[in-house]
C-alpha cells in the first residue's frame, strides 16, 4: 500500500473562487480542487485486504457477521484494531434489541478524529451482515471504504476544521438499529452541531453503477434537509472532475442507515452502487455490465463474499468518500 502525502495532497482550506450559496441550514459548500489527485491516491490503496479479513471472520463464524454473533464481534475487533494503528481512538456505543423475544446487545463502533466538535460530520456505514452470508459488499465495501478513508486523513497529515466521526453501525439489517440508536441519543444541542451525515451501503456491487443520492429532490422528488443538495453536488463534482459517469438513486423510507439522519433534520447524502434491481440498457451505456441482470445478484444472499466485488468501483466510491469527507471536513459551517 503506497499514499505518500505528495500523491494524495490535502485539500485546501478555502475554495479558489466562490462556491454555491450555502444552504439554510448552514452546509458550507465544499472546494472543486484536487478531485484527480484524490482519485489517483485511492486507486493505490489496498482496500481489498480489509475485505478478506472480514470473509475470513465470516468463514470463521459459521458464514456471516451478523450483529449479536460472534463474527460481529470479530469484524469490530478488525475494526478498532485498523482505527487504532490509524491512530484513532474508537469506542463502542451499546444498545439493546429484542430478536425472537429476547435481548440482544450489540454496538456502534465511533471514532474522532481533531475538529471543531459543534461542526461535526458523521460519516457511516453498516458494519453487520445478514445471517445468509458474510455480507462482503453489502456491507464490508462501505466499512473497506470508511478504513481507508479514515487511514489517509492521518496518513497525509489533514488536520481537519471540523470533526469527522467515524461511525460503524450495528444491526442495520435489523431494522436500522444501530444509527437509529445514535439519533436518538443526540440532545437538541447534539443534533444542531451535527453539520451533516454521509452514508455508504453496498458500494462495490459486481454489475453496479455509480449512484449518488438525490439530495435536492429534481429526479425523485424526495428532498433531503437543507444542505443535502450541496452534498450531492460535491459528490457529483469529483465525479464529473474524473470523467465518470454517474446516475442518481433516491432516499428510500427506511432502506439504509441515512433514514434516521433525514427524519432528524440532518443534511444527507451518500454512495450506492445497486443491489436487486436490474440493469437497464442505458445504465450498461454508462457504466459497462450486464442488461437485466442485477446490480449485485449475490444481495443477502451466501454467495455474497469475496468474490462479489467489483475492485474498480470500490476504489472510485471510496475516492470520493475520501474527497467529500475532507472537502466539508476542512470548511467551517457560516454562522
Same mark, same amino acid.
Given at each position: 500500500?503506497?499514499?505518500?502525502?505528495?500523491?494524495?495532497?490535502?485539500?485546501?482550506?478555502q475554495p479558489d473562487?466562490?462556491?454555491?450559496?450555502?444552504?439554510?441550514?448552514?452546509?458550507?459548500?465544499?472546494?472543486? %480542487?484536487?478531485?484527480?489527485?484524490?482519485?489517483?491516491?485511492?486507486?493505490?490503496?489496498?482496500?481489498?485486504?480489509?475485505?478478506?479479513?472480514?470473509?475470513?471472520?465470516?468463514d470463521g463464524a459459521?458464514?456471516?457477521?451478523?450483529?449479536?454473533?460472534?463474527?460481529?464481534? #470479530?469484524?469490530?475487533?478488525?475494526?478498532?484494531?485498523?482505527?487504532?494503528?490509524?491512530?484513532?481512538?474508537?469506542?463502542?456505543?451499546?444498545?439493546?434489541?429484542?430478536?425472537?423475544?429476547?435481548?440482544?446487545?450489540?454496538?456502534?463502533?465511533?471514532?474522532?478524529t481533531a475538529g471543531?466538535?459543534?461542526?461535526?460530520?458523521?460519516?457511516?456505514?453498516?458494519?453487520?451482515?445478514?445471517?445468509?452470508?458474510?455480507?462482503?459488499?453489502?456491507?464490508?465495501?462501505?466499512?473497506?471504504?470508511?478504513?481507508?478513508? #479514515?487511514?489517509?486523513?492521518?496518513?497525509?497529515?489533514?488536520?481537519?476544521?471540523?470533526?469527522?466521526?467515524? %461511525?460503524?453501525?450495528? #444491526?442495520?439489517?435489523?431494522?436500522?438499529?444501530?444509527?437509529?440508536?445514535?439519533?436518538?441519543?443526540?440532545?437538541?444541542?447534539?443534533?444542531?452541531?451535527?453539520?451533516?451525515?454521509?452514508?455508504?451501503?453496498?458500494?462495490?456491487?459486481?454489475?453496479?453503477?455509480?449512484?449518488?443520492?438525490?439530495? /435536492?429532490?429534481?429526479?425523485?422528488?424526495?428532498?433531503?434537509? %437543507?444542505?443535502?443538495?450541496?452534498?450531492?453536488?460535491?459528490?457529483? /463534482?469529483?465525479?464529473?472532475?474524473?470523467?465518470?459517469?454517474?446516475?442518481?438513486?433516491?432516499?428510500?423510507?427506511?432502506?439504509?442507515?441515512?433514514?434516521?439522519?433525514?427524519?432528524?433534520?440532518?443534511?444527507?447524502?451518500?454512495?450506492?452502487?445497486?443491489?436487486?434491481?436490474?440493469?437497464? %440498457?442505458?445504465?450498461?451505456?454508462?457504466?459497462?455490465?450486464?442488461?437485466?441482470?442485477?446490480?449485485?445478484?449475490?444481495?443477502?444472499?451466501?454467495?455474497?463474499?469475496?468474490?462479489?466485488?467489483?475492485?474498480?468501483?470500490?476504489?472510485?466510491? #471510496?475516492?470520493?468518500?475520501?474527497?467529500?469527507?475532507?472537502?466539508?471536513?476542512?470548511?467551517?459551517?457560516?454562522?
Open positions: 500500500m503506497t499514499s505518500p502525502a505528495e500523491e494524495s495532497p490535502q485539500l485546501p482550506a473562487q466562490p462556491g454555491p450559496p450555502a444552504a439554510p441550514e448552514g452546509v458550507a459548500a465544499a472546494p472543486k %480542487a484536487k478531485a484527480s489527485q484524490v482519485h489517483a491516491a485511492f486507486a493505490g490503496r489496498n482496500l481489498m485486504k480489509h475485505l478478506e479479513a472480514l470473509q475470513k471472520v465470516a459459521g458464514g456471516n457477521r451478523a450483529s449479536g454473533t460472534s463474527g460481529y464481534e #470479530a469484524s469490530a475487533r478488525y475494526v478498532e484494531e485498523q482505527l487504532r494503528a490509524a491512530g484513532y481512538k474508537p469506542v463502542r456505543q451499546v444498545f439493546t434489541y429484542r430478536d425472537d423475544d429476547a435481548d440482544v446487545e450489540t454496538f456502534n463502533i465511533l471514532a474522532d471543531d466538535p459543534t461542526h461535526t460530520i458523521v460519516v457511516g456505514g453498516h458494519l453487520d451482515s445478514v445471517r445468509r452470508g458474510p455480507g462482503i459488499n453489502d456491507n464490508g465495501s462501505g466499512v473497506a471504504a470508511l478504513l481507508e478513508t #479514515a487511514r489517509w486523513i492521518t496518513e497525509t497529515g489533514i488536520q481537519p476544521k471540523n470533526r469527522v466521526r467515524l %461511525a460503524f453501525w450495528g #444491526a442495520e439489517e435489523v431494522d436500522l438499529l444501530g444509527s437509529q440508536h445514535y439519533v436518538d441519543s443526540l440532545s437538541t444541542k447534539e443534533n444542531t452541531q451535527t453539520m451533516l451525515n454521509l452514508n455508504l451501503d453496498m458500494v462495490a456491487s459486481p454489475n453496479g453503477g455509480r449512484f449518488v443520492h438525490d439530495g /435536492d429532490g429534481s429526479s425523485f422528488g424526495v428532498v433531503g434537509p %437543507a444542505g443535502s443538495d450541496i452534498i450531492e453536488r460535491t459528490f457529483l /463534482d469529483y465525479f464529473a472532475q474524473n470523467g465518470l459517469a454517474t446516475e442518481p438513486t433516491e432516499f428510500e423510507d427506511g432502506d439504509s442507515d441515512y433514514d434516521p439522519f433525514l427524519k432528524a433534520g440532518i443534511p444527507t447524502g451518500g454512495l450506492f452502487t445497486g443491489d436487486e434491481d436490474g440493469k437497464t %440498457a442505458e445504465q450498461v451505456s454508462e457504466f459497462g455490465g450486464v442488461e437485466n441482470n442485477e446490480h449485485d445478484p449475490c444481495y443477502h444472499r451466501a454467495c455474497d463474499d469475496i468474490s462479489n466485488i467489483d475492485r474498480q468501483l470500490l476504489h472510485e466510491m #471510496a475516492g470520493a468518500l475520501g474527497y467529500v469527507t475532507v472537502a466539508f471536513a476542512m470548511l467551517p459551517r457560516p454562522d
